[in-house]
């Protein structure tokens, strides 16, 4: 029937090969009768009809010829043993490498799903980022939010710290790179965003790399402090932004290497992007007089350099 309808000229190249792929997709299994009779059903509607609506045809016709479908190559199929590896790439970036179980997989991507949704517009302009660095910011949320947890082990009976270390003279002209443990180099802006509410211990290297002062966490905003920012910024108090308190962190508004202080007039929530965005951009943000967060976007965004509120909270 396919021949005939394509020697008259009745159906095209396309609808040919879209035919052909579903007949070949038919088991042995199923009678003559039924292949003949599916196939000119096939036919009949590629004489007015396109690929794409042939293929979506063959799929119902293969769902009814075979609704059982193939049958499993293995009766007892290999139980899928998790694993992950933690990759340092030739470049320097870091990544992980992961093969996990359905229920892991079906947990972690449904976990995920909803932070990985694009950001609400902002004066017009959508969310930039890709689906993959949705994600990816999504899985840093994530990890944060994992980590902070009080059911998760510590280390001597302490919360999990981080060591960052920088010469004297870099951590005065803020120039350089900074050490993470368990990482290795980083920026000395990278050192900055971790060091804004994080638990860090700060380690000052004198020249020849020997310590001269390993101090306690002294950044890290404390449970009081995390509960009058929930209030008073209710999320990430980035204009527009409608990001959670659970997704932020506190950022220090005048760095703590500038000397800022640790106290609520000196501290904003903001979300991952955000506050990369306000340690990479000319973005700046300030606590006005009446105790609330305001930001002024750089100038070829924004000439009039007014300030703006998030007014996506409710603040009580």
């Known amino acids: 029937m396919t021949a005939e309808a394509a020697a008259e000229g009745a159906i095209g190249g396309g609808q040919i090969d879209a035919i052909i792929r579903t007949l ?25 009809a396109g690929p794409r609506q042939i293929a979506r045809a063959g799929r119902r016709l293969l769902d009814k010829l075979d609704p059982d479908g193939k049958e499993p190559r293995n009766e007892d199929p290999k139980d899928v043993r998790p694993e992950l590896r933690f990759i340092k790439h030739r470049d320097g970036t870091l990544g992980l490498k992961a093969t996990l179980d359905l229920e892991t997989y079906a947990r972690l991507k449904s976990d995920l799903d ?16 890709t689906q993959d660095e949705r994600y990816g910011d999504a899985f840093t949320d994530y990890v944060r939010l994992k980590t902070t947890s009080r059911n998760l082990p510590g280390q001597a009976g302490e919360a999990t710290h981080i060591l960052v270390t920088m010469s004297y003279e870099d951590l005065i002209n803020d120039l350089g790179e900074a050490h993470l443990d368990l990482v290795g180099p980083i920026s000395a802006t990278d050192a900055r965003i971790l060091a804004c509410d994080a638990r860090i211990r700060p380690g000052v290297l004198g020249t020849a790399g020997e310590p001269l002062d390993i101090g306690r966490s002294k950044r890290t905003v404390s449970l009081a402090q995390k509960y009058a920012l929930t209030i008073r910024d209710g999320g990430c108090a980035f204009p527009g932004c409608d990001m959670p308190v659970p997704r932020c962190t506190a950022h220090h508004i005048v760095f703590w290497r500038h000397h800022g202080e640790t106290k609520i007039d000196n501290l904003v929530l903001l979300c991952t992007k955000h506050h990369r965005l306000i340690h990479h951009s000319e973005w700046k943000v300030q606590i006005a007089q009446d105790g609330l967060p305001e930001f002024t976007p750089p100038s070829y965004l924004d000439p009039s350099g007014e300030p703006r509120r998030n007014t996506m909270h409710l603040r009580t």
Request: charged residues 35%; glycine residues 4%.
């Open 114 to 129: 909803p932070m990985a949704k694009p950001h609400k517009a902002i004066d017009g302009v959508r969310d930039s980022r």
């Open 24 to 48: 070949a997709r038919i088991p042995s299994t199923v009678p003559e009768e039924d292949m003949r009779s599916g196939e000119k059903i096939l036919v009949d509607l590629a004489r007015h």
